[in-house]
């Protein structure tokens, strides 16, 4: 698809995926190119001020400037429901290095919600209100306190509600995943709110849900008006997207990455968290990610029938060196 009256360029997020979206996947896709901004898993607060090691486990960019190695900026994200424990660990998130508070208002995980914390407080607008302005008020100005929020929970008619108090609260920028929590998943994502929602407040607003290609994001572009986007399984399906956006509205030609490029791409991440995990779990993270990347890639979805027994290195090690030569093969070929 070729632009031929270049665009304002979009900003673009990478969104926050517990226990999918670590600090190495964030430095492989901001080093790819094409995003703005990350968003770290979130940091479950409770009641007590937490040490500085849980901070770091879960963004360990804030002794490195609270960027990853390609020099792509890390929002540090925070859940929880209890405004004056927010307030101090964000305090104290930021004495750490944190450069940037991002608050989740969003997960629908049941485990998360019962914890109150997530999608749960959506339930409430004015805690969601009080949050908001508990942390930005306990924070230096220069640093931004964001938020991210569904359109509701059980259902969609709080999203203005929920989206007045974040902003009242004090939030810089708002990110909206165009579902309820009870939607979970579930296409398809309502944009419409979210350009509602556009409208109605002062500050930016970040569109999320259903955006997995080139013709979604114009799409969504067109119905919310909004120029910036959070992008997060569609990103793990296509960690180009990013690229191909900018080069879209840049006006500018962009092939596509294809198979080749993302098995080694995989094959990097594999070399370099295999010494991370567990030998019993080596290879989880990749099996993972391919669960994504086949929603893109018909190839990947023969690669995880390939390896999705393997546990041993020497297997999965095997497996890669197949696979990297029959794809070297294939452009000799060509």
Request: net charge neutral.
């Amino acid at each position: 698809m070729t632009n031929k009256t270049p665009t304002p360029q979009p900003k673009i997020y990478q969104a926050p995926m517990e226990g999918v979206i670590d600090h190495h996947v964030r430095a492989l896709l901001s080093a790819i190119g094409g995003i703005d901004v990350c968003v770290t898993e979130f940091v479950r607060v409770t009641h007590t001020r937490l040490p500085r090691k849980v901070f770091t486990r879960l963004c360990p960019e804030i002794d490195e400037g609270a960027c990853t190695p390609s020099g792509t900026p890390v929002r540090l994200q925070l859940l929880g429901g209890n405004p004056e424990a927010m307030a101090i660990n964000a305090s104290r998130a930021v004495e750490f290095g944190a450069k940037a508070i991002d608050l989740n208002f969003g997960c629908p995980a049941k485990s998360v919600n019962n914890s109150d914390g997530g999608a749960c407080l959506l339930q409430s607008p004015h805690r969601v209100e009080a949050i908001v302005w508990a942390v930005r008020r306990a924070v230096p100005e220069n640093i931004p306190v964001t938020a991210k929020i569904r359109l509701g929970f059980n259902d969609r008619s709080s999203y203005l509600d929920n989206a007045l108090a974040a902003a009242t609260g004090g939030a810089n920028e708002l990110a909206v995943h165009a579902r309820s929590k009870v939607d979970g998943y579930k296409p398809p994502a309502y944009w419409e709110y979210i350009g509602e929602i556009r409208q109605q407040l002062q500050i930016p607003i970040v569109a999320n849900g259903d955006i997995w290609t080139l013709d979604e994001f114009r799409r969504c572009r067109e119905v919310t008006g909004c120029e910036a986007f959070m992008f997060g399984r569609s990103l793990l399906a296509r960690p180009d997207l990013g690229r191909q956006i900018k080069a879209y509205c840049a006006g500018e030609h962009y092939t596509a990455m294809g198979w080749r490029e993302i098995i080694e791409i995989l094959w990097g991440y594999y070399q370099t968290t295999r010494e991370v995990y567990p030998s019993k779990y080596l290879g989880n993270r990749i099996k993972q990610w391919l669960a994504y990347l086949k929603l893109a890639f018909p190839e990947a979805q023969l690669f995880f029938d390939k390896i999705k027994r393997l546990r041993e290195a020497e297997e999965l090690d095997s497996a890669f060196s197949e696979e990297r030569k029959i794809q070297a093969s294939a452009i000799e070929a060509a």
